[in-house]
């Protein structure tokens, strides 16, 4: 991984900020991104911690004049982009449908797919002039099947997929490839924040995973490596890394 670098929205904490980690130890300069600057700067000096030249951008993902400034910053700190780990996401209360608003809708979408549209089609243009790349786009469990009481989350990770098989099939034979992550519910400060008002549904959803627990960060960033590093003949599909609930 030395000499090479990764793009990872939604880097400053929870699968982000695992995968930035693993992608230091491996040698890689890293850029993140995320909307709250003081975590970004800590997740910064914890990445150089690992020997890593790493450069952190605030910004939002539903703003394409944010991802495209901190594209140009990762380009001008590195020369070359040749991994996207477009991680960045939001989780939806859960709540009765007649009780959800457009604000919730656009909410949603514009973070779930509008954000990872819009990083892909920055990403790249870039990974071309470096030769191709790998980029690892973050849907969920939820994008392979329904989720009572969440019809926006499960529908945008739905689209996540879509988006990734598609890419996937127009840029195969220019050196890039398109796939995707659907974590299980995973141990995560949104997902502790999500959880924290509701013991019960904290248990159901642990129980609904065979494993009988939720996931680590550190998991799915394993299969994020393997999707960008090793995964050669790999594209517009995902994995998987949810405890086995997907085979219930």
Same mark, same amino acid.
């Given at each position: ?7 990872? +929205? ?18 890689? !300069? ?9 975590? !970004?700067? +800590?997740? =910064? ?23 495209? #400034? ?17 991680? $960045? /996401? ?5 709540? @009765? &449908? @007649? ?5 919730? *809708? ?18 790249? @243009?870039?990974?071309? #002039? ?22 926006? *989350? ?9 988006? +990734? =098989?598609?890419?996937?099939?127009? *840029? ?7 796939? $995707?992550?659907? @974590? ?6 949104? *997902? ?7 013991? %019960? &549904?904290?248990? $159901? ?8 627990? %939720? ?11 393997? &999707? ?6 790999? +594209? /517009? ?12």
């Amino acid at each position: 991984m030395k000499g090479k670098t990764i793009f990872i +929205t939604g880097g400053n904490d929870g699968i982000g900020l695992a995968t930035a980690q693993v992608f230091a130890q491996l040698g890689a !300069n890293v850029a993140i991104m995320g909307r709250r600057a003081e975590s !970004n700067q +800590t997740a =910064k000096v914890a990445l150089e911690s690992l020997g890593a030249s790493c450069i952190a951008v605030t910004g939002d993902v539903a703003v394409e004049a944010d991802i495209m #400034r901190a594209l140009e910053q990762t380009m001008a700190a590195f020369g070359r982009l040749d991994y996207a780990f477009n991680n $960045a /996401g939001i989780e939806q209360v859960p709540k @009765p &449908l @007649p009780e959800q608003t457009e604000a919730d *809708y656009y909410k949603l979408f514009d973070v779930n797919v509008k954000g990872v549209w819009l990083c892909m089609k920055h990403e790249i @243009p870039l990974m071309l #002039r470096s030769g191709g790349g790998a980029i690892v786009n973050d849907s969920s469990a939820s994008g392979l099947h329904g989720t009572k009481m969440m019809p926006l *989350y499960s529908a945008a990770k739905h689209a996540v997929l879509g988006l +990734t =098989k598609s890419v996937a099939l127009e *840029y195969a034979k220019q050196g890039i490839r398109v796939n $995707a992550v659907c @974590p299980g519910a995973v141990t995560t400060p949104g *997902y502790e924040k999500f959880v924290a008002r509701d013991a %019960v &549904l904290k248990a $159901a959803i642990e129980n609904v995973h065979p494993m009988g627990r %939720v996931g680590r960060a550190e998991e799915v960033a394993s299969a994020v490596l393997y &999707l960008c590093r090793d995964a050669t003949f790999t +594209t /517009g599909s995902w994995i998987l890394t949810d405890g086995g609930r997907m085979a219930q």
